[in-house]
């Protein structure tokens, strides 16, 4: 049977909850050995344990787990949220114990069970066994990525089997990490500082074009085609004063919430920020390329409001539509800077 090359730290860090020591005494041709030492009178580790064995993690329905865990993962504050989807109780625990310091954890006991909560909550990494019961880590993965809810979340993939034709699986599954047991902890925190970086080039490449995308490129991937949805369905009902977001997430197929958190992912906008600043950005091109006047492409972009659609144009791009038609952007300024302070 293969192991998962964290024993020892997780014995160790027992052992330290309990203010002990352990060190390993090696004899050639004998074998090793492992000394541990714990304090007799000392009763704060066991009570904590106790505690914690009241309610065994595997005896726990899984629903009301996983809600317990969004509701803590609501209240700690922390940015990111990362799902561990592990069927090993000791390595499970491993990891959110220590990514628990910078990040939101919430686990799940098999691929099924991680699915249905990966997009319930749609976190920002997803860091996923191979092996698993109900189904494995690999289909979960390409469940993921077929998603268009959850396509954008980078996923690590941890395995025993280092053999190639196991790595080329996962990543043609979508994966966009490998790792293989045991693992150095560092390189899980590095993998997923890198992913996160990753999604930061997304969203300023998407800035950086006024989040459009080159239709005819070979290599568009999902949210790609999602942010291309977004646009046709907001450029079909520019004039609609009444199409919010409740409208543009029914067009989308999926819930408000889902539609924030995948937006606010790629973007780094909230969905009323996004139409805001994209019936903005067509203000510009309609200043700078038309004859009407700044009344008409207020109300043919849905502002029913004149002093409302000049508000928020000086807001967005610190210039009235008048001075903007007469001498452009203020220097510095771009159609991507945002004042999110003064979104409505």
């Known amino acids: 049977m293969e192991g998962t090359g964290i024993g020892l730290s997780f014995s ?28 007799a009178d000392e009763r704060e580790g066991i009570d904590h344990l106790e505690e914690v064995k009241e309610k065994p993690d595997y ?13 803590e993962a609501e209240k700690n504050g922390k ?26 954890c919430l686990e799940a006991n098999d691929g099924k069970e991680g699915y249905e909560l ?24 390409e469940k993921v990525k077929e998603n268009s809810k959850t396509c954008h979340i980078p996923i690590i993939l941890l395995t025993a089997n280092n053999a190639s034709e196991h790595i080329i699986s996962g990543y043609s599954k979508g994966a966009d990490a490998y790792i293989t047991k045991p693992f150095d902890m560092s390189i899980i925190k590095v993998q997923i500082s890198r992913l996160i970086k990753n999604r930061e080039l997304i969203r300023e490449k998407y ?44 067009d989308l197929n999926i819930s408000t919430t889902h539609l924030y958190r995948k937006l606010k992912t790629l973007t780094g906008l909230s969905p009323v920020e996004f139409i805001r600043m994209f019936k903005l950005q067509k203000a510009c091109e309609l200043l700078s390329n038309s004859n009407l006047s700044i009344k008409e492409i207020g109300y043919s972009l849905g ?6 659609f000049v508000k928020c144009f000086r807001e967005q791009f610190a210039v009235t539509p008048s001075a903007y038609r007469q001498k452009g952007m203020p220097e510095g300024m771009t159609k991507n800077n945002t004042n999110q302070s003064g979104v409505a």
């Not at 330290?16 to 004998?30: A, D, F, Q, R, Y």
């Not at 502002?303 to 409302?308: A, D, E, P, Q």
């Open 12 to 39: 160790k860090s027992l052992i330290e909850m309990h203010h002990g020591t352990i060190h390993v005494e090696s004899v050639v041709g004998v074998g090793v050995a492992f000394h541990v030492l714990l304090p």
């Open 59 to 71: 005896l726990w329905d899984k629903n009301q787990r996983n809600n317990k865990q969004e509701r």
């Open 79 to 104: 940015i990111l949220t990362v799902v561990i989807v592990e069927d090993n109780t000791d390595l499970r625990n491993f990891l959110k114990n220590t990514l628990s310091a910078s990040y939101n």
């Open 118 to 141: 990966i997009t319930r909550i749609v976190p920002d990494i997803i860091i996923s066994d191979v092996i698993m019961p109900k189904m494995d880590g690999y289909e979960m993965c």
């Open 207 to 250: 800035m950086t074009h006024n989040f459009m995308v080159e239709v005819s490129t070979s290599n568009m991937t999902r949210d790609d085609e999602f942010i291309i949805q977004l646009r046709k369905l907001l450029e079909n009902n520019l004039s609609e004063s009444d199409f919010n977001v409740k409208k543009l997430s029914a």
């Open 303 to 308: 502002f029913n409001n004149l002093s409302y």
